[in-house]
């Protein structure tokens, strides 16, 4: 690994840190009250390139890698946790899927809308009885003559009523085989798609989360994206990349609730001092860099394996379940500094600490990171 950050490197952080102050901070606290998805604001997010951060130029992204990608969600989740999480799902999901699997003739059509934010992405893989155990998925897609049949719902869908396009994993052979699901390309405005019920969350609340509707929904035999019966395999390989989209996720929420703490702790004093003074505190603090800067290197260990095209499972499993507990960990010892204080909503830990659960949960729980770590490590 290299470690040496480059001037381009450099000038990206900044560039992602200036708009989350700029376009994201004011509104964070209105959003997240009332639960509102900005999509307005994905449309700048693309103009500024962050919505195609790994898509190659020749289809209208940015180019750059997964150190700079890594970066661009860390800085927007220091400030706002849903944005983070929906820039994350965008790239690494429905944008990440078209980059890796599909045929070049669908990267012409959809990658130069995704990567400039003309058109907002969505990706289905879980269902309503389907969480950890996708393979036994109901949603199907039937063969009837030019075109496939999907009928079916999926849940935890981000951007399930607000996308323009979603890549979709549907079952065309049997319950349980692997190599029984295959994966589509769904536009919005096609009949018989349609958005159902939008969760009530108790985090990233400004990261629009629905279900999703098939029902007859007919699309084209050419939306079938790779071969018939890959969907899965796919999909899995698509989740080591989001894995370490959700950890850098988790990074840039720990990062924001310690960037508070320290602040707080210097303003903030009791028996004439400030309580950055007190061991108790400073003893937090340093935890949390500790475990921040743990989290970061296996994150950029993944991301480095990811770049080389190595075979990343259990590093994308071990960084985003090692940051996605540091992030719980530490918004809680964040709400902890700020004492009473830190359990209303007048400052911002209160928020950091109910949208890092989300990463325990969300792209694979931590149990099902411990089983994928657990099998690596024991079938090798």
């Not at 195609?52 to 700079?68: H, K, R, W």
């Not at 530490?330 to 709400?335: G, K, M």
């Not at 089983?371 to 690596?376: D, E």
């Amino acid at each position: 690994m290299e470690f040496t950050v480059s001037e381009n490197h450099k000038l990206i952080e900044q560039s992602a840190r200036d708009f989350a102050e700029k376009y994201i901070r004011p509104h964070v606290m209105e959003w997240d009250e009332v639960q509102h998805f900005p999509k307005d604001l994905f449309k700048q997010l693309g103009e500024h390139g962050f919505l195609g951060v790994l898509v190659p130029e020749s289809y209208g992204g940015a180019g750059l890698g997964y150190y700079e990608y890594i970066t661009v969600i860390t800085e927007i989740s220091k400030v706002c946790g849903s944005i983070g999480l929906s820039v994350a799902a965008h790239n690494s999901l429905c944008t990440g899927h078209l980059l890796q699997h599909a045929s070049e003739e669908q990267k012409k059509k959809y990658l130069p809308k995704l990567a400039t934010g003309q058109w907002l992405g969505a990706w289905g893989l879980t269902e309503p009885n389907t969480g950890s155990d996708s393979g036994n998925m109901k949603t199907t897609a039937k063969k009837e003559g030019s075109e496939w049949v999907l009928n079916g719902t999926k849940c935890w869908i981000t951007h399930g009523n607000s996308s323009d396009v979603m890549v979709v994993i549907a079952r065309t052979g049997e319950a349980g085989d692997s190599h029984g699901m295959s994966a589509f390309i769904v536009e919005r405005g096609t009949p018989g798609f349609s958005a159902g019920k939008k969760e009530n969350k108790l985090g990233m609340r400004a990261s629009e989360t629905t279900e999703v509707i098939f029902d007859n929904c007919r699309i084209p035999l050419e939306n079938l994206i790779g071969k018939e019966g890959d969907g899965f395999i796919q999909s899995m390989k698509v989740l080591d990349g989001g894995r370490i989209s959700i950890a850098a996720l988790a990074l840039g929420i720990a990062k924001g609730a310690m960037e508070a703490s320290i602040k707080y702790s210097k303003e903030r004093h009791q028996f004439n001092q400030p309580i950055s003074h007190f061991q108790g505190i400073a003893f937090k603090i340093a935890d949390m860099k500790a475990q921040i800067e743990a989290a970061e290197l296996l994150t950029l260990q993944a991301a480095d394996m990811k770049m080389r095209g190595e075979k990343m499972t259990k590093q994308a499993a071990m960084a985003k379940y090692y940051a996605s507990e540091v992030s719980v960990k530490v918004s809680t010892d964040a709400v902890q500094i700020f004492g009473g204080y830190g359990y209303t909503k007048d400052f911002p830990v209160e928020k950091y600490y109910r949208d890092s659960k989300l990463c325990t949960i969300g792209e694979g729980t931590s149990e099902i990171q411990k089983i994928v770590i657990a099998k690596s490590v024991l079938h090798s």
